[in-house]
């Protein structure tokens, strides 16, 4: 066994909280070899419900969970932290106006921001999963700038995961078999799932999805919004948003950048654009991306068809005026 790592999970005592935890103490975010070490970061009002998550734990007697700390002091929890996993964030309540969450969120990542960069390991990478995750993630940049911005990304790999569920449910084949849909853009609607690229893995070799699926209308249409509204169509079923696939995607996330990607497949992560594909440099935009070693690279060279440019667009918009708004709460 390895030595154990840090790792802290802001909002610990929320939905996605509960269905990580067990996850991470059970090796299925750094393997079956790495022990960790928890801190749970949660506000006053939730001091209770995190203590109760801490006992759970304990009572799991999980061999790979090395010490758990249950905290609402931002500074303990950051701690000589490797990894931090942020769900913590303020809903949209009936009545708010747009730029009064954006504001309380804001607020919430400027302050998490200083503490990561002050009391985090060095080279401790940070994984954004409360929304608005992207402009989260760049808020989260801008208060930490010594903290490099590839070690900080925002999970869009729900949607990837959507997206290959609905073109393994379409052509009936396993999920496993299913590789390299993109996610573009925000983790928002206005996302762009893109399946173009897409393999699928058959007895007779590699294929490509679109000509299996051989529908252009359905890949332009009901794939594309499916994948779009499928956390509405949790909420509307649910009455909660999705919480296990959620904790589950940021696994995959954190492991496929930490233990890399396979060989042949990349998957959809936000990251900092740099102006890849024409989109605006600055922005924490979700791309197709390999990992090796701890490192994700930008998978280049991709066709983009004139129906994609649009929408990549349409999504790079939207987050340059999540940017503005985020900005214009700091005054
Ligand atoms: P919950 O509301 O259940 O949990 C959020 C937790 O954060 C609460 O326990 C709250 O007390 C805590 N919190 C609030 N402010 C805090 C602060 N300043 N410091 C520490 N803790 C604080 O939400 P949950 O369903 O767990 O979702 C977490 C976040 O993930 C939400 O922002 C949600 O919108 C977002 N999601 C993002 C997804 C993605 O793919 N990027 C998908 C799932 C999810 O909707």
Not at 13 to 20: D, H, K, L, M, R
Not at 32 to 50: F, G, K, R, T, Y
Not at 100 to 113: L, T
Not at 189 to 205: C, E, L, M
Request: include cysteine; aromatic fraction near 6%; hydrophobic fraction near 45%.
């Amino acid at each position: 066994l390895k030595p154990p790592i840090k790792i802290l999970v802001t909002g610990a005592a929320g939905q996605i909280g509960y269905a990580i935890l067990p996850m991470i103490a059970r090796g299925q975010m750094f393997g079956p070899d790495q022990p960790v070490i928890i801190h749970m970061l949660d506000i006053s009002p939730a001091s209770e419900a995190l203590e109760g998550v801490k006992m759970e734990l304990i009572d799991s007697a999980l061999p790979l969970l090395r010490g758990v700390v249950a905290t609402t002091d931002v500074v303990e929890a950051c701690k000589g932290v490797n990894f931090a996993v942020m769900l913590a964030g303020f809903p949209r309540k009936e009545g708010m106006e747009r730029k009064d969450v954006m504001s309380k969120n804001v607020a919430i990542y400027k302050a998490q921001a200083s503490a990561l960069e002050q009391h985090a390991a060095p080279n401790c990478k940070i994984l954004v999963v409360a929304n608005p995750a992207n402009t989260n993630a760049l808020i989260l940049k801008e208060f930490a700038p010594s903290i490099p911005a590839k070690n900080i990304t925002c999970l869009t790999r729900l949607d990837h995961n959507r997206a290959l569920a609905q073109l393994s449910e379409r052509l009936h084949v396993h999920i496993g078999d299913v590789k390299n849909v993109i996610i573009w853009g925000n983790h928002s609607s206005t996302q762009y799932p893109d399946a173009n690229h897409a393999i699928v893995t058959t007895k007779d070799g590699e294929k490509s999805a679109k000509e299996l699926v051989a529908n252009d209308a359905w890949l332009k249409g009901e794939f594309i919004s499916t994948v779009q509204q499928r956390g509405a169509a949790i909420i509307k079923a649910r009455k909660l948003s999705s919480s296990l696939s959620a904790a589950s995607a940021a696994c995959d996330h954190m492991r496929d950048w930490i233990l890399g990607t396979p060989e042949g497949t990349w998957v959809s992560m936000g990251v900092y654009s740099d102006g890849a594909y024409g989109i605006p440099a600055g922005l924490f935009y979700s791309f197709p991306v390999t990992c090796d070693k701890g490192e994700w690279r930008t998978v280049q060279g991709l066709t983009v068809d004139e129906f994609s440019r649009a929408k990549m667009e349409a999504t790079a918009q939207e987050l340059v005026e999540e940017k503005n708004l985020a900005y214009s709460c700091l005054n």
